[in-house]
């Protein structure tokens, strides 16, 4: 089998994202430039929306990985990582980052002019270890920035109480006290009021997009998630709210007149797990069985519905509910995200990526895999592979594994 690089891309604003992703790293080296601070920190958090509101400029480094897959950077990252001692056995955007911030950034290099340097970093006392240690190490490399250590608990959505609320509320309430302090920015709270308003339109209009995923055929398939790229940089923004609304007018057009991602298509696909950052295109592999996959549980947890005139305590609720819901912390909630969104679109199969890069979101996959055929009776297959590092990946292996459960499928609607 070829290896699939590129991803067919069937949406007319996917090739526009191109644009928005490259506006948003031209503003972070501009904002460095122009003296506003600048400060790095994990995605999934309520913290984004306050930077904005703030007029500081986020950076997101996991974000930046799939930019050094997508460039094919990510080799001399790792080389970088594993010959100061990290191993290859960790995630890849520990040993991406780390050898990024040590290597390439250094001699300047790098896709959109790399990332500006942090003034702030917000130290994550929560979500995976690997993202503990991320920050950890860029806390060595840039001994200038000045560090938040961010407190959380790590509770599983359906055990999230009052309690925890209240505390995920004082954290924020520190945070702008402390950016404060070291940017002399104040919060205003009006301004954040907006923020948290244009957030929550994001979200609105990507549950909307997501919503014509149950059409027949399907008009967008996983090899668009490029476009998921607002909902991690640019929550909070005028941008993302007008890249989504032509997102939402291109594929409701699309659904609208029947025009499907493939002309006769047999199966829906679910993927399970991170995509391969470095082989897009592999979402495309299953179309010659007339196969699409339809829907991935990634994307799912990027909305979460915020009041905009409750701002602190949304943002409280996004910190804490956020990383549980796509990792192992809430297996239970993943599951019935899965179990839902395979009723929802219709799945014929399910694939599930066991990524050996990512731990916290393969553990559990056992269990939905048997509630999927026990409950649903939808079939699956796990595929070794990794998000970052294609050292992980065997294509033929790949190959053996997707064409005899797309054939197991095929025989099964057969019969049905
Ligand atoms: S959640 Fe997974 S991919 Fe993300 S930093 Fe943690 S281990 Fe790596």
Redesign the pocket.
């Known amino acids: 089998m070829e290896k699939q690089t590129k991803s067919n891309k069937r949406l007319k604003t996917a090739k526009e994202l191109q644009k928005v992703v490259t506006e948003y790293y031209h503003q972070c080296t501009a904002a460095k430039v122009e003296g506003k601070p600048v400060g790095w920190m994990p995605p999934m958090n309520g913290a984004i929306e306050i930077f904005y509101a703030m007029d500081l400029q986020p950076v997101f480094p996991?974000n930046w990985s799939p930019v050094c897959a997508a460039f094919g950077l990510t080799p001399q990252n790792f080389e970088v990582s594993e010959q100061m001692g990290y191993s290859r056995d960790l995630?890849?955007?520990?040993r991406n980052i780390i050898g990024y911030v040590n290597g390439l950034m250094n001699d300047k290099e790098s896709p959109f002019g790399g990332l500006p340097e942090p003034d702030i970093l917000l130290s994550p006392g929560g979500?995976?270890v690997?993202?503990m240690k991320?920050f950890q190490a860029i806390e060595k490399r840039f001994p200038d920035a000045k560090v938040f250590f961010a407190d959380l608990p790590q509770v599983p959505v359906e055990d999230i109480r009052e309690h925890h609320v209240a505390y995920a509320i004082c954290e924020m309430r520190r945070l702008i006290g402390f950016l404060t302090e070291v940017t002399g920015h104040r919060l205003d709270e009006e301004k954040l009021k907006n923020t948290v308003a244009l957030s929550d339109r994001a979200c609105e209009l990507w549950d909307e997009i997501m919503t014509f995923r149950r059409y027949k055929p399907v008009p967008f398939s996983a090899a668009e998630m490029g476009i998921m790229f607002v909902m991690v940089t640019l929550q909070g923004t005028q941008t993302a709210v007008d890249f989504l609304t032509k997102v939402r007018d291109e594929v409701r057009g699309k659904a609208d007149s029947g025009m499907g991602v493939i002309e006769n298509e047999k199966l829906r696909l679910f993927w399970d797990n991170?995509p391969l950052w470095y082989n897009m295109g592999l979402f495309n592999y299953f179309e010659k069985f007339g196969g699409v996959v339809v829907a991935e549980t990634y994307s799912a947890a990027w909305s979460l519905r915020m009041d905009p005139n409750d701002p602190i305590r949304s943002l409280a609720m996004k910190s804490l509910t956020s990383?549980p819901l796509v990792?192992c912390v809430s297996i239970s909630k993943r599951k019935e995200m899965v179990l839902k969104a395979c009723r929802d679109y219709a799945i014929d199969g399910v694939i599930f990526h066991r990524n050996k890069?990512?731990?916290?979101?393969t553990l559990g996959q056992m269990e939905i895999k048997r509630e999927l055929e026990y409950q649903l009776g939808i079939p699956s297959v796990i595929i070794d592979a990794d998000?970052m590092d294609d050292r992980n990946f065997s294509v033929a292996q790949f190959q053996t594994r997707a064409d005899a459960f797309m054939e197991m499928l095929l025989n099964k609607k057969m019969n049905s």
Do not use: R
């Open positions: 996991e995630c890849g955007y520990l979500g995976c690997p993202v991320i991170i990383y990792s890069s990512c731990v916290p979101i998000h």
